[in-house]
Protein backbone atom coordinates (compact mmCIF):
# COMPACT_ATOMS: atom_id res chain seq x y z
CA UNK A 1 0.00 0.00 0.00
CA UNK A 2 1.46 3.03 -1.07
CA UNK A 3 -1.52 5.47 0.19
CA UNK A 4 -1.10 8.90 -0.61
CA UNK A 5 1.31 9.71 -3.83
CA UNK A 6 1.59 12.89 -5.66
CA UNK A 7 3.87 13.97 -8.83
CA UNK A 8 6.21 15.94 -8.74
CA UNK A 9 7.77 16.49 -5.76
CA UNK A 10 9.28 19.93 -6.93
CA UNK A 11 8.33 22.11 -9.63
CA UNK A 12 9.43 25.61 -10.01
CA UNK A 13 7.53 27.53 -13.10
CA UNK A 14 7.34 31.32 -14.89
CA UNK A 15 4.54 33.28 -14.72
CA UNK A 16 1.93 32.08 -16.97
CA UNK A 17 2.82 28.75 -17.85
CA UNK A 18 1.02 25.79 -16.88
CA UNK A 19 1.09 22.44 -15.48
CA UNK A 20 -0.73 19.50 -14.18
CA UNK A 21 -0.43 18.05 -10.13
CA UNK A 22 -0.99 14.50 -9.70
CA UNK A 23 -2.59 12.59 -6.83
CA UNK A 24 -3.51 8.95 -6.68
CA UNK A 25 -4.53 7.06 -3.57
CA UNK A 26 -4.97 3.23 -3.21
CA UNK A 27 -6.89 3.19 -0.19
CA UNK A 28 -9.81 2.83 -1.80
CA UNK A 29 -10.69 6.21 -0.45
CA UNK A 30 -13.87 7.87 -1.88
CA UNK A 31 -12.90 11.62 -0.99
CA UNK A 32 -10.10 13.42 -2.31
CA UNK A 33 -8.51 16.88 -1.12
CA UNK A 34 -6.35 19.66 -2.14
CA UNK A 35 -4.63 22.01 0.04
CA UNK A 36 -1.85 24.70 -0.18
CA UNK A 37 0.36 25.41 2.78
CA UNK A 38 1.96 28.59 3.48
CA UNK A 39 4.14 29.89 6.19
CA UNK A 40 2.28 30.65 9.32
CA UNK A 41 -1.03 29.66 7.82
CA UNK A 42 -1.63 26.47 7.95
CA UNK A 43 -3.16 24.25 5.09
CA UNK A 44 -6.02 25.85 2.96
CA UNK A 45 -8.39 23.77 0.86
CA UNK A 46 -8.40 24.54 -2.73
CA UNK A 47 -10.95 22.04 -4.21
CA UNK A 48 -12.32 18.86 -3.01
CA UNK A 49 -13.99 15.73 -4.66
CA UNK A 50 -16.29 13.89 -2.02
CA UNK A 51 -16.96 11.75 -4.58
CA UNK A 52 -16.24 9.75 -8.06
CA UNK A 53 -17.59 12.42 -10.66
CA UNK A 54 -18.13 15.73 -7.83
CA UNK A 55 -15.64 18.41 -7.18
CA UNK A 56 -16.65 21.47 -4.94
CA UNK A 57 -14.82 24.64 -4.72
CA UNK A 58 -12.85 24.61 -1.16
CA UNK A 59 -11.87 27.95 0.63
CA UNK A 60 -9.00 30.12 -2.19
CA UNK A 61 -10.12 28.06 -5.42
CA UNK A 62 -9.31 31.05 -7.69
CA UNK A 63 -6.63 30.39 -10.27
CA UNK A 64 -6.87 26.50 -10.07
CA UNK A 65 -9.07 23.62 -11.83
CA UNK A 66 -9.45 19.85 -10.76
CA UNK A 67 -10.64 16.54 -12.06
CA UNK A 68 -11.41 13.73 -10.55
CA UNK A 69 -10.42 11.21 -12.84
CA UNK A 70 -11.81 7.90 -11.53
CA UNK A 71 -12.06 6.78 -7.82
CA UNK A 72 -7.68 6.65 -7.42
CA UNK A 73 -6.80 9.97 -9.18
CA UNK A 74 -7.57 13.62 -8.43
CA UNK A 75 -5.50 16.20 -10.43
CA UNK A 76 -4.73 19.80 -10.09
CA UNK A 77 -4.01 22.17 -13.06
CA UNK A 78 -2.86 26.00 -12.84
CA UNK A 79 -4.02 27.35 -16.23
CA UNK A 80 -1.85 30.78 -16.09
CA UNK A 81 0.64 30.43 -12.87
CA UNK A 82 1.34 33.66 -10.66
CA UNK A 83 3.72 33.92 -8.36
CA UNK A 84 1.18 33.80 -5.34
CA UNK A 85 0.58 30.14 -6.27
CA UNK A 86 4.21 29.46 -4.82
CA UNK A 87 3.84 26.77 -2.01
CA UNK A 88 3.43 23.54 -1.21
CA UNK A 89 0.43 21.48 -2.33
CA UNK A 90 -0.91 18.41 -0.50
CA UNK A 91 -3.75 16.00 -1.66
CA UNK A 92 -5.36 14.29 1.02
CA UNK A 93 -7.80 11.36 0.74
CA UNK A 94 -10.35 10.05 3.43
CA UNK A 95 -12.49 6.71 3.63
CA UNK A 96 -16.63 7.58 3.99
CA UNK A 97 -17.92 7.30 7.65
CA UNK A 98 -14.20 8.23 9.00
CA UNK A 99 -14.87 12.03 9.09
CA UNK A 100 -11.72 14.10 9.46
CA UNK A 101 -9.38 11.51 9.24
CA UNK A 102 -7.80 12.36 5.98
CA UNK A 103 -4.47 10.76 5.00
CA UNK A 104 -2.26 12.84 3.60
CA UNK A 105 0.53 12.62 0.57
CA UNK A 106 3.85 13.65 0.79
CA UNK A 107 3.38 17.25 -0.93
CA UNK A 108 4.35 19.19 -4.48
CA UNK A 109 7.12 22.14 -3.79
CA UNK A 110 5.89 24.53 -6.31
CA UNK A 111 7.90 27.61 -7.30
CA UNK A 112 6.87 30.33 -9.70
CA UNK A 113 8.98 33.11 -10.67
CA UNK B 1 -12.60 32.01 6.15
CA UNK B 2 -13.40 30.10 9.78
CA UNK B 3 -9.88 30.00 11.42
CA UNK B 4 -8.48 28.37 14.19
CA UNK B 5 -6.47 30.01 16.76
CA UNK B 6 -3.78 27.71 17.92
CA UNK B 7 -1.40 28.20 20.34
CA UNK B 8 1.16 28.62 21.33
CA UNK B 9 2.90 29.37 17.84
CA UNK B 10 6.12 27.41 18.86
CA UNK B 11 7.72 26.22 21.39
CA UNK B 12 11.70 25.42 23.18
CA UNK B 13 11.28 22.95 25.81
CA UNK B 14 13.90 20.60 27.08
CA UNK B 15 14.24 16.74 26.27
CA UNK B 16 12.02 14.91 29.83
CA UNK B 17 9.79 17.96 29.64
CA UNK B 18 6.14 17.82 29.05
CA UNK B 19 4.01 19.93 26.25
CA UNK B 20 1.08 21.59 25.95
CA UNK B 21 -0.69 22.95 23.25
CA UNK B 22 -4.20 24.13 22.20
CA UNK B 23 -7.37 25.34 19.85
CA UNK B 24 -9.67 27.11 19.98
CA UNK B 25 -12.51 28.66 17.87
CA UNK B 26 -15.94 30.70 17.98
CA UNK B 27 -17.68 28.28 15.84
CA UNK B 28 -18.89 24.24 17.11
CA UNK B 29 -17.05 21.35 15.32
CA UNK B 30 -18.19 17.85 15.17
CA UNK B 31 -14.66 16.43 14.93
CA UNK B 32 -11.56 17.18 16.29
CA UNK B 33 -8.33 16.08 15.01
CA UNK B 34 -4.25 16.38 15.67
CA UNK B 35 -2.13 15.97 13.30
CA UNK B 36 1.79 16.46 12.94
CA UNK B 37 4.47 17.36 10.47
CA UNK B 38 8.06 16.86 9.99
CA UNK B 39 10.23 18.65 7.22
CA UNK B 40 9.55 17.85 3.96
CA UNK B 41 6.65 15.63 4.93
CA UNK B 42 3.01 15.91 4.29
CA UNK B 43 1.03 16.04 7.84
CA UNK B 44 0.15 12.46 10.18
CA UNK B 45 -2.76 11.97 11.77
CA UNK B 46 -1.76 11.63 15.41
CA UNK B 47 -5.21 11.19 17.45
CA UNK B 48 -8.97 11.85 16.25
CA UNK B 49 -11.79 12.96 18.90
CA UNK B 50 -15.27 12.48 17.74
CA UNK B 51 -17.55 13.30 20.78
CA UNK B 52 -17.61 16.47 23.11
CA UNK B 53 -15.61 15.39 26.58
CA UNK B 54 -13.56 12.46 25.09
CA UNK B 55 -10.10 11.97 25.84
CA UNK B 56 -8.12 9.82 23.77
CA UNK B 57 -4.24 8.51 24.57
CA UNK B 58 -1.54 7.84 21.96
CA UNK B 59 1.11 6.75 23.64
CA UNK B 60 2.52 9.96 25.23
CA UNK B 61 0.12 11.97 23.95
CA UNK B 62 -3.32 12.54 24.89
CA UNK B 63 -5.98 14.91 23.38
CA UNK B 64 -9.40 16.20 24.66
CA UNK B 65 -12.37 17.32 22.89
CA UNK B 66 -13.52 20.23 24.37
CA UNK B 67 -17.08 20.21 26.17
CA UNK B 68 -18.46 23.24 24.31
CA UNK B 69 -17.35 21.63 21.21
CA UNK B 70 -15.21 24.79 20.61
CA UNK B 71 -12.27 23.88 21.75
CA UNK B 72 -9.60 21.05 22.09
CA UNK B 73 -5.84 20.31 23.36
CA UNK B 74 -3.26 18.35 23.02
CA UNK B 75 -0.78 17.06 25.46
CA UNK B 76 3.09 15.54 25.04
CA UNK B 77 4.61 13.66 28.64
CA UNK B 78 8.49 13.69 28.58
CA UNK B 79 9.29 14.76 25.35
CA UNK B 80 11.79 13.26 23.39
CA UNK B 81 13.91 14.70 20.12
CA UNK B 82 12.03 12.65 17.63
CA UNK B 83 9.21 15.11 18.63
CA UNK B 84 9.86 17.89 16.43
CA UNK B 85 7.86 19.40 14.27
CA UNK B 86 4.73 21.31 13.35
CA UNK B 87 1.30 20.06 14.73
CA UNK B 88 -1.47 20.84 13.59
CA UNK B 89 -5.10 20.89 15.18
CA UNK B 90 -8.07 20.34 12.60
CA UNK B 91 -11.91 20.73 13.03
CA UNK B 92 -15.03 19.56 10.99
CA UNK B 93 -17.46 21.99 11.69
CA UNK B 94 -20.67 21.20 11.97
CA UNK B 95 -22.90 20.60 8.64
CA UNK B 96 -19.60 20.84 6.61
CA UNK B 97 -19.18 16.79 5.64
CA UNK B 98 -15.51 16.19 5.00
CA UNK B 99 -14.07 19.58 5.25
CA UNK B 100 -11.48 20.07 7.70
CA UNK B 101 -10.54 23.40 8.86
CA UNK B 102 -6.73 23.97 9.96
CA UNK B 103 -5.07 25.71 12.81
CA UNK B 104 -1.89 27.31 12.01
CA UNK B 105 0.48 24.94 13.99
CA UNK B 106 2.79 24.99 16.53
CA UNK B 107 6.12 24.39 16.04
CA UNK B 108 8.08 22.19 19.11
CA UNK B 109 11.50 21.93 19.18
CA UNK B 110 13.46 19.64 21.71
CA UNK B 111 16.87 20.60 23.08
CA UNK B 112 18.88 17.67 24.73
Known amino acids: NAGVTQTPKFQVLKTGQSMTLQCAQD?????MYWYRQDPGMGLRLIYY???????DKGEVPNGYNVSRLNKREFSLRLESAAPSQTSVYFC????????????FGPGTRLTVL | GQQLNQSPQSMFIQEGEDVSMNCTSS?????WLWYKQEPGEGPVLLIA?????ELTSNGRLTAQFGITRKDSFLNISASIPSDVGIYFC????????????FGTGTRLQVTL
Open chain 1, 92 to 103: ASITSGRFGEQF
Open chain 2, 49 to 53: LYKAG
Open chain 1, 27 to 31: MNHNS
Open chain 1, 49 to 55: SASEGTT
Open chain 2, 90 to 101: AGQLRGTASKLT
Open chain 2, 27 to 31: SIFNT
